[in-house]
């Protein structure tokens, strides 16, 4: 009973990885939110090694795993999220020379954990089904592509 105790506290903060290192970075003293929220994410995006993937690469494991059929409100399982973000890291180390290979387990551990735990299913506005599309449609043309290629959209 303990050791499950201990084994749920573990995962719990394995999940929660990204939120302490971030804290400890001390973002939060930044006065403009959005020059913050600029630094936190850059911060995840380094940690997670995503700095490294391309964007045709994303539109590749997203056409791999069929998430350009699905409504856009549409709830993915956290498996599913997972084979997901497997195939955009292991795609990345097929691409990457043999000298800068990244960990994939850990950045595939990392970023699900991070997603799961920033994920709130109480709110309406579903964090993960609107963060593609906050930023400025000018900004992502790839990203403005992939959404004009969804069958429901033609």
């Known amino acids: ?13 394995e999940k929660r990885q990204l939120f302490i290192e971030m804290r400890a970075q001390n973002f939060d003293v930044i ?21 490294l993937v391309d964007i045709w690469n994303m539109i590749e ?12 409100s549409t709830e993915i399982s956290v498996s599913r999220l997972e084979t997901v973000i497997s195939s955009i890291y292991y795609q990345l180390n097929k691409r990457l020379p043999s000298t800068h290979q990244i960990s994939v387990e850990q950045s595939i551990s990392l970023l699900l954990n991070f997603m799961v735990a920033a994920y709130d ?34």
Not at 31 to 51: D, E, G, I, P
Request: charged share 20%; net charge positive.
């Open 1 to 13: 009973m303990i050791e499950e105790g201990g084994n749920k506290r573990k995962t719990m903060a």
């Open 31 to 51: 006065r403009l939110s959005t020059y913050r929220t600029a630094c936190k994410l850059r911060f995840v995006q380094k940690r997670c090694n995503l700095h």
């Open 61 to 72: 494991a997203f056409r791999d795993n069929g998430l350009n059929t699905l409504d856009h």
């Open 121 to 154: 299913r109480l709110v309406p506005a579903h964090f993960l089904s609107i963060l593609p599309f906050s930023s400025s449609p000018v900004s992502h043309p790839a990203l403005l592509t992939l959404v004009s290629l969804e069958p429901h959209l033609r």
